[in-house]
């Protein structure tokens, strides 16, 4: 018996090792990450100590580097050159965050299925078709093209590499070792896959086939009347209206006629290259910034404040570092994986950015001349197109996923079926796809003295297209709707193109010196919350829808009311809770609540709406009740008319609603079609009234303080990986919302808090929701999370030398070349 419970002990344990030595399909190898020596357990960090100096030998260096660790895990990097400098930010980026920097550069190349298998071919497939790979191989060499370029990016590289190169298996990111693999050698392409991921988050979406399809069903008059190309009722746009144009126009491109929506346009008879649907864009991706004049400052000196909302992760999408040598001495955020900092300050100047959202994703039908795809009408003539062959890895499978994507000179084309299930080739013409060196552009900021070294900064920059806020010690303060324009005749990019027509082609590009700028306004203050960036006078084209404008109302007052400033009523401002929607459009609704029996449970709603102060705060009932009102009120106005399961439509906007509700209460949009009664404007109030609370309680119980706005609206920040819960954050409480100038939604929000007081000694205070580094096992993971969610921000060490005192100051790291 002994000897048996032995013999099936030894196999079990046998078994047992066999499992978990080895892969099951997707599912990695398990032994190697429970391992005491090799496995996660080996990835628990301690705090910087005090004092602490360790010295590193390591290969390509120039000279020796000073880097000094704050009380936050903040690197401070002095060099005596610049090759070093970046070297160093390479190497210390890697050190806190080099699955994050592995996991992006694998979603921009479409190489993330090699280690997450099938669940990712998709985005795979996306990645691949768009041409992403195409954009940063166009980039790289440009880039190499430019000594400060080459250099930033050959050093970053090395350092990155060095980094990578002495670690062993059990100093692997936890990831790795979740996932099965290991590093991979840095390469300076991985930069360009970098900023082409930034574009396509900021600059990779279009509405252009949906509004196609609008004017097909309902014709050019209602596309005209409810899709206006400037906001109906209010708008604050970026440029202060009146701004004055000097300069010297360019003729625009002539508007041929609209192309027709053709259901019966020739095309193959199979489905070839079908691009993956991307999530809709939500508000909450976007961002405020704002620099207010030395006449509003205490300081005598301007000052300014960013926050980019972008999707709250952990690790943080930004890094801080400070990067110091004898050309320049900058704080900031960096993206990991691009040398220099992105949003910051020096001892001279701050910038900050916002997204334009300006339309530079444009489609284009391309007719082809037989089911080869060979050749393409174009000018009256059938031009070659050009192929690229993707091939994509899936982990789990042995053989590779090989697609062919054809190239126009617009760009790659896809396929898609429209609502008779007729197929069309489409070509994406992207600014993703433009050669450039955008980086440059940080590059030269990072060393700017003034106003002058800021306009010529901006002048390389090609996308994705920002509002870069400006503010100096020559207490200049300025804004600048910064990218690299096309050239378009009004509406070009609206609807789907004729790929086959010449004047729908991109007609060069609007001169940089001419994109939209002001410089010290009389207001006494320059801001952007991704409105429209011009009013109407403005001569080109950028794009005829924006973000809805209650951040950028809100912003613009309070900046005009502000005096004898400082950073902390810049701070005050960005943690704003007030609802501009909800003050433009709740008296209107519960003026017709008013007239209508209720039920005690809806007048108990209805009262707490009416006893509210318009404050987005954790703890508002009415917040909640407001929230979840207001998109199933568009619901209910837009819906029948403009959803389709086979046709993407878009609804009318945020504004158009609105004037709706405000100044057309007779409108027949108001009519539910899938109904034989007629609905008004009243009755569409009161039951999508009733239906929200309704949701409300189905959701979440009975009105109690589980209404409360911060568990409705639940915030959550989330491990990159998307699957590893333990790696989350813990549940926050916050106000804000989408329309809210503390833009916190879901998991969206403001992803870097910076406020700088520029002057002889510039003073500065940031944060981010999580941490310097991107090990859940390290105490910088979530060190800076409380702070971030009360609202506070913590003040920036900026120092001068590598030997300078300073309490907040723990270890040091000298790095020698071997």
């Keep these: 018996m002994k000897l048996v419970k032995a013999l099936s002990s030894v196999i079990v344990a046998g078994l047992l090792l066999y499992a978990l030595n080895r892969p099951w399909g997707p599912v990695p190898a398990l032994g190697s990450f429970l391992s005491p020596f090799t496995g996660f357990w080996q990835n628990w960090e301690k705090p910087y100590k005090t004092g602490e100096e360790i010295v590193l030998s390591l290969d390509s260096l120039r000279d020796e580097v000073t880097i000094r660790f704050d009380d936050t895990g903040v690197p401070h990097i002095f060099a005596k050159n610049n090759f070093d400098l970046f070297y160093a930010q390479g190497y210390v980026t890697a050190k806190d965050r080099l699955w994050q920097m592995d996991l992006q550069t694998r979603a921009a190349s479409g190489r993330l299925s090699e280690v997450l298998g099938p669940a990712t071919l998709d985005m795979d497939r996306q990645s691949r078709l768009l041409g992403m790979g195409y954009g940063a191989e166009a980039n790289i060499k440009l880039a190499m093209t430019?000594?400060?370029?080459?250099?930033?990016?050959?050093?970053?590289?090395?350092?990155?590499?060095?980094?990578i190169r002495q670690l062993a298996p059990q100093d692997f990111p936890v990831e790795y070792k979740l996932l099965g693999y290991q590093p991979e050698p840095w390469k300076p392409i991985n930069t360009m896959y970098m900023l082409e991921q930034m574009t396509l988050t900021l600059a990779g979406r279009s509405n252009d086939l949906n509004m196609s399809n609008i004017l097909k069903k309902y014709g050019k008059e209602v596309v005209d009347q409810l899709f206006p190309d400037y906001p109906m009722l209010r708008e604050s746009p970026v440029i202060p209206e009146g701004t004055a144009w000097d300069f010297k126009r360019l003729p625009l491109p002539v508007q041929p006629p609209v192309m027709p929506v053709n259901d019966s346009i020739k095309t193959a008879h199979t489905l070839m290259n079908p691009m993956p649907a991307r999530e809709p864009k939500v508000e909450g991706i976007g961002s405020n910034n704002w620099a207010i004049s030395a006449q509003k400052s205490i300081t005598g000196y301007p000052i300014l404040a960013n926050d980019p909302h972008l999707e709250l992760t952990l690790p943080s999408i930004w890094y801080q570092v400070q990067l110091h040598s004898p050309d320049m001495n900058v704080y900031g955020v960096s993206l990991p994986g691009i040398p220099s900092v992105i949003i910051g300050f020096n001892q001279h100047v701050a910038w900050g950015v916002t997204n334009v959202d300006a339309d530079v994703y444009d489609i284009y039908e391309v007719t082809f001349q037989d089911s080869s795809k060979i050749r393409y009408l174009h000018n009256n003539q059938w031009k070659p197109a050009k192929t690229r062959e993707e091939i994509i890895y899936v982990k789990g499978r042995e053989q590779p996923l090989k697609e062919k994507v054809i190239y126009t000179h617009h760009g790659p084309v896809y396929q898609q079926k429209d609502s008779a299930d007729v197929l069309h080739n489409y070509a994406v013409r992207w600014i993703g796809h433009e050669p450039g060196n955008s980086f440059i552009t940080f590059y030269e900021l990072n060393q700017a003295k003034d106003y002058e070294d800021y306009r010529k900064a901006l002048s390389h920059y090609v996308g994705p297209a920002q509002n870069f806020i400006f503010a100096d010690n020559g207490k200049n303060i300025a804004i600048t709707v910064n990218g690299k324009f096309p050239l378009k005749y009004k509406d070009q990019g609206k609807y789907v193109l004729d790929g086959s027509n010449p004047m729908d082609d991109w007609q060069g590009w609007i001169p940089s010196d001419q994109n939209p700028f002001v410089k010290n306004p009389a207001r006494g203050f320059v801001s952007s919350a991704n409105q429209s960036s011009t009013d109407p006078s403005y001569p080109y084209y950028l794009n005829w829808v924006f973000a809805p404008s209650e951040r950028a109302i809100r912003i613009n007052e309070r900046l005009t009311a502000m005096s004898g400033a400082n950073a902390d009523?810049?701070?005050?401002?960005?943690?704003?809770?007030?609802?501009?929607l909800a003050r433009t459009i709740l008296p209107r609704l519960l003026s017709y609540l008013k007239n209508h029996p209720l039920t005690p449970f809806q007048?108990?709603?209805?009262?707490?709406?009416?006893?509210?102060?318009?404050?987005?705060?954790?703890?508002?009932?009415?917040?909640?009740?407001?929230?979840?009102?207001?998109p199933?009120?568009?619901?209910?106005?837009?819906?029948?008319?403009?959803?389709?399961?086979?046709?993407?439509?878009?609804?009318?906007?945020?504004?158009?609603?609105?004037?709706?509700?405000?100044?057309?209460?007779?409108?027949?949009?108001?009519?539910?079609?899938?109904?034989?009664?007629?609905?008004?404007?009243?009755?569409?109030?009161?039951?999508?009234?009733?239906?929200?609370?309704?949701?409300?309680?189905?959701?979440?119980?009975?009105?109690?303080?589980?209404?409360?706005?911060?568990?409705?609206?639940?915030?959550?920040?989330?491990?990159?990986?998307?699957?590893?819960?333990?790696?989350?954050?813990?549940?926050?409480?916050?106000?804000?919302?989408?329309?809210?100038?503390?833009?916190?939604?879901?998991?969206?929000?403001?992803?870097?808090?910076?406020?700088?007081?520029?002057?002889?000694?510039?003073?500065?205070?940031?944060?981010?929701?999580?941490?310097?580094?991107?090990?859940?096992?390290?105490?910088?993971?979530?060190?800076l999370l409380p702070k971030w969610e009360k609202g506070e921000l913590n003040e920036l060490l900026y120092l001068s030398s590598p030997d300078q005192q300073n309490a907040r100051l723990t270890s040091s790291m000298i790095l020698k070349k071997n």
Aim: cysteine-free; proline content about 8%.
């Design 632 to 783: 199933i009120l568009g619901e209910a106005i837009w819906r029948d008319e403009f959803y389709s399961e086979k046709t993407p439509l878009d609804y009318p906007s945020r504004d158009r609603t609105l004037y709706l509700l405000l100044k057309e209460p007779d409108s027949k949009w108001f009519d539910n079609i899938s109904t034989p009664q007629k609905e008004t404007m009243p009755d569409i109030i009161l039951s999508s009234f009733r239906t929200t609370l309704d949701t409300l309680t189905s959701r979440h119980g009975p009105m109690s303080p589980e209404w409360q706005w911060a568990k409705v609206k639940g915030t959550e920040i989330r491990h990159l990986s998307r699957q590893l819960k333990p790696f989350n954050a813990p549940k926050l409480k916050t106000g804000g919302g989408g329309s809210i100038v503390n833009a916190i939604t879901r998991r969206n929000g403001p992803s870097w808090r910076m406020v700088v007081e520029l002057g002889p000694s510039p003073r500065a205070f940031g944060i981010y929701p999580g941490g310097q580094s991107g090990n859940p096992g390290s105490p910088y993971y979530l060190n």
């Design 603 to 630: 007048k108990a709603g209805e009262i707490t709406l009416s006893d509210w102060n318009y404050q987005n705060s954790p703890e508002s009932v009415a917040a909640s009740i407001f929230e979840t009102w207001m």
């Design 569 to 580: 009523s810049l701070r005050l401002l960005q943690n704003d809770n007030f609802s501009v």
């Design 146 to 163: 430019d000594p400060r370029t080459r250099e930033a990016l050959l050093g970053y590289t090395a350092g990155v590499n060095a980094y």
